[in-house]
């Protein structure tokens, strides 16, 4: 089971890099509505801060939560969605 959340993680991971991957290329081309992201991620510095202190928030939540195991992976399926849908509606 040990293996099973590591395997989330890591997917989380790497759709949360892809949301942050899209974000910064709509910024380059000038194509993000956002008010609130085009100030994040004018500034690819912080927009990357930000996305690391929040996949290193919810890897140490899910860390001391893994006795709950339901909990734990519903947190890690939730991120890895929203992280999915993000990098989709930035193409």
Known sequence: MAHQILIMIIFLIFAQLADLMTALNMAA???EINPV???????PLAAVSIKTALLVYLVALVVVIKERKRLANSIVALGTVFGIVGAISNL
Not at 37 to 43: F, K, R
């Open 29 to 31: 081309y000038k194509t």
């Open 37 to 43: 992201m085009i100030g994040v991620v004018n500034n």
